[in-house]
């Protein structure tokens, strides 16, 4: 079957679409993508795939950038001619709404976060309802229905009256742990210094603010971020302002291909993402499979879906995002307490066996085998 996805997005680090399109090249089929640019570098990895990229100037409006994206995504939706459409998000649904009707093709909605409950809507009631509205009449004309979490597809189900939804979780492709000390040699830190990793994207409702409060109790262990975003400035201010510059410490984002090499080398995993929105509550983030494959100890936010996994699996400790003593409190106990540290990270290296992307891939491959 040829498959023509589309998604706005950057494709240098979209772990999902990439993870996405090979599983479903290794089952045969052929795969087209259509996506934005915003990073003139070239793509790397990507060489199995036909690609299409719409140039944006990230220096201009979402509300300008969407249409100019949708409009300019069309007429290369069509041109593909594809057996099967795929949309990555709301933010791609639209054009592929009207390609897929206008050649009579199947479509499949692949929904990686609760769109209209993101953080960024919240208290932007019109845009909200913009995007809901949008949604509700878009979802009718979709024929599957893909999403991240249980949490999410019930909540799809309810606002839409949806009947299956697929859940198709973030997890990270299978890999073994690697002894690494890559980190350390980035930053010329000593061999013995403990290393509190956070890895993704610098925004607000990540917890970073408070995660680097917290850095100030954190003994002799270093808070390293690997990343960028909108917050970055605002958070290397606020390390140059609290005189934490010996204790917190930035690392650029770095490629799919090369982060497992970086994970590897701490010995603490962050993942204390707020709850600002339902779209963060019921998240599933991928760099909590990312750390349990490196045999991190995790600290995660105590929301539904990620308490359930790490006390399910006992790979570490979940609390509120914004309580900065409980921050400071289990990541000291964590890294002084040299026997629970181990057995969490015994149960990470466990809990890795079930929870990567070669377990899931046969739900996405299943899906394709039935829409013809």
Not at 43 to 71: A, C, N, T, V
Not at 291 to 319: C, H
Request: charged share 25%; aromatic share 10%; proline share 5%.
């Amino acid at each position: 079957m040829r498959i023509c996805m589309v998604a706005f997005t950057d494709l240098h680090f979209d772990y999902r679409i990439y993870r996405e399109a090979t599983a479903l090249r290794r089952a045969g089929h052929e795969i087209t993508i259509v996506a934005s640019s915003f990073n003139p570098a070239p793509l790397k990895g990507w060489d199995d795939f036909e690609i299409h990229l719409i140039p944006i100037d990230r220096g201009r409006s979402l509300r300008r950038l969407y249409p100019l994206f949708w409009r300019r995504a069309y007429p290369l939706l069509l041109n593909t001619r594809p057996d099967a459409y795929h949309a990555h998000d709301l933010d791609a649904l639209w054009p592929a709404v009207r390609a897929a009707r206008r050649l009579r093709r199947p479509l499949v909605y692949d929904s990686h976060e609760f769109w209209i409950e993101q953080s960024s809507l919240v208290n932007r009631p019109l845009m909200r309802s913009f995007w809901s509205l949008l949604e509700r009449h878009l979802i009718k004309r979709v024929d599957r229905v893909i999403t991240v979490s249980q949490s999410i597809a019930e909540s799809l189900k309810t606002r839409y009256g949806l009947g299956e939804v697929v859940i198709l979780r973030n997890f990270p492709l299978f890999r073994e742990k690697v002894q690494s000390d890559l980190i350390r040699e980035t930053l010329d830190l000593p061999a013995n210094r403990p290393i509190v990793l956070y890895q993704g994207g610098f925004l607000t409702e990540n917890g970073l603010r408070e995660q680097i409060e917290a850095a100030a109790g954190f003994g002799d262990a270093a808070l390293v971020l690997i990343g960028d975003g909108p917050s970055e400035k605002a958070l290397k201010e606020q390390v140059r302002a609290g005189g934490l510059q010996d204790r917190v410490f930035f690392i650029p984002r770095v490629p799919f291909h090369q982060l497992h090499d970086y994970t590897c080398s701490a010995d603490l995993g962050l993942c204390l993402i707020k709850g600002a929105g339902k779209s963060f509550y019921y998240s599933l983030p991928n760099k909590l499979f990312e750390y349990m494959m490196a045999g991190l100890p995790v600290l995660a936010s105590n929301f539904p879906e990620m308490q359930r996994v790490v006390s399910k699996t006992d790979t570490g400790v979940t609390i509120d995002p914004t309580d900065i003593d409980a921050i400071r409190q289990q990541v000291t106990e964590l890294l002084s307490d040299d026997k629970r540290r181990a057995a969490c990270s015994q149960a990470c290296l466990e809990a890795a066996q079930h929870y990567h992307w070669e377990r899931e891939a046969g739900q996405l491959t299943d899906l394709y085998s039935t829409l013809g």
